[in-house]
């Protein structure tokens, strides 16, 4: 399973960008979509995800700022950061999750994407 991701690049502090990632296949059959990230020196954490049945959650650092959204027909789930600051550079990678048929969980990543924000 190969998660499709894009987005990121350079911003300045106060600026905004988005993160797509496509996953293959029926978006419903994950468990949950979304997205971590991982700033140099520090583990990877948590920044927002969004349920098969559409509940999110979200790191506390980027309630407010980033919000998480799909476009089910193009199997495709949407970060949109705003208000980005410098603390949120990171790599972000997307994850996805689902159950097989034998009741395993299986967790996929895509590739990651790096996020600069300029001070």
């Known amino acids: 399973v190969q998660l499709q991701a894009s987005g990121g690049g350079l911003v300045q502090t106060g600026g905004s960008l988005r993160l797509s990632c496509t996953v293959p296949?029926?978006?419903?059959?994950?468990?949950?979509i979304g997205w971590y990230r991982q700033a140099p020196g520090k583990q990877r954490e948590l920044v927002i995800i969004?349920?098969?049945?559409?509940?999110?959650t979200y790191a506390d650092s980027v309630k407010g700022r980033f919000t998480i959204s799909r476009d089910n027909a193009r199997n495709t789930v949407f970060l949109e950061m705003n208000s980005l600051k410098p603390e949120d550079t990171a790599v972000y990678y997307c994850?996805?999750?689902?159950?097989?048929?034998?009741?395993?969980?299986?967790?996929?990543w895509g590739q990651g994407t790096l996020v600069t924000v300029s001070s």
């Open positions: 994850r996805a999750e689902r159950t097989s048929t034998w009741g395993t969980n299986y967790a996929y």
């Open positions: 296949g029926n978006i419903f059959s994950f468990n949950y």
């Open positions: 969004i349920t098969s049945g559409g509940r999110t």
